[in-house]
């Protein structure tokens, strides 16, 4: 069984020249309910459909199985999925024993950077970068299921 341990932070400075890798992505979501959801992503050559569980609140981790599929079959269940797909660009950066991914988002969600770092343990330590913003951990609204629905540009109608 596959678990996910992840937080999330907003961007508040310069980190495009600290990164060693960056790649596009593009996904949708197959299915949103309250207890999983069921993403599509085609990240640079490669797909992948991914099963996840809700997060509990107060919780850290959760459920996660992903697996590659054929681009052209992903292309294809981006077309079926619900609302807005997901258009970003995804930043790798090394901190310490860690590698953030800084997502900056493009369309509905252009403005929003979100940087995610994922753990072993829900207590583990990990070295802050000095770019790093506010903590949105288990805030929804930061999650890329909720601004497929919701997108950056009409949260000021939330």
């Known amino acids: ?16 020249s600290k990164a060693y890798k960056s790649f596009r992505i593009k996904q949708g979501y197959l299915s949103l309910s309250g ?17 996840k569980s809700a997060l ?3 919780k850290l981790k959760r459920h996660e199985w992903e697996y590659e599929i054929p ?6 269940m981006l077309e079926l999925c619900e609302e807005g797909v997901i258009d970003k660009t995804r ?14 988002f493009y369309g509905e969600n252009e403005g929003l950077l979100i940087a995610e770092v994922e753990l072993e343990d829900e ?9 790093l913003g506010a903590e949105v951990t288990g805030n929804v609204r930061y999650y890329n299921s909720f601004l497929s629905i ?9």
């Open 123 to 131: 207590d583990e330590d990990f070295e802050k970068p000095k770019w």
């Open 91 to 104: 930043y790798l950066i090394k901190a310490g024993n860690h590698t953030f991914e800084v997502d900056e």
């Open 56 to 58: 509990v609140e107060g």
């Open 35 to 51: 207890v999983s959801v069921i993403r599509v992503r085609v990240k640079g050559e490669k797909a992948y459909i991914t099963v």
């Open 1 to 16: 069984m596959g678990y996910e341990i992840e937080r999330k932070f907003l961007v508040n400075g310069e980190y495009k």
């Open 150 to 158: 919701h997108p950056f540009k009409s949260w000021s109608n939330l």
């Open 71 to 76: 681009v052209p079959d992903a292309e294809e």
